[in-house]
């Protein structure tokens, strides 16, 4: 798999750079996110723990894809500004569990 960085600014505000890339993958699978992970983080030189695969798009039948990733400066800096579903998919909490509400009891009918 090859990958090239199309498009690439910095987000001081938000402690992140932010890219567009292009992954060339011909006669292979649409590259896992963990793969792509790895191969951003070397093409900009940071570890694979502060990047962020927002979105990739595969295009049908060619072996090329396209994404957006955001690389951060810190785990605390993607950890304050992405959601939980994101920090979930890559690896930097745990899903949040929901609170079942209580049952609310239902009244008998009264048959006359």
Known sequence: MNLRIDNKKQNALQHRWELTFTAEHNGVATP????????????????????IIDRTNTETGTGVSHGYAKVYESVEAAKKTEKNYMQVRHGLAEKKKRVAAAPVAKAAKKIK
């Open 32 to 51: 896992k996110r963990d793969e792509l992970r790895q191969k951003v983080a070397e093409a900009m030189g940071a570890k694979k723990e502060l990047v």
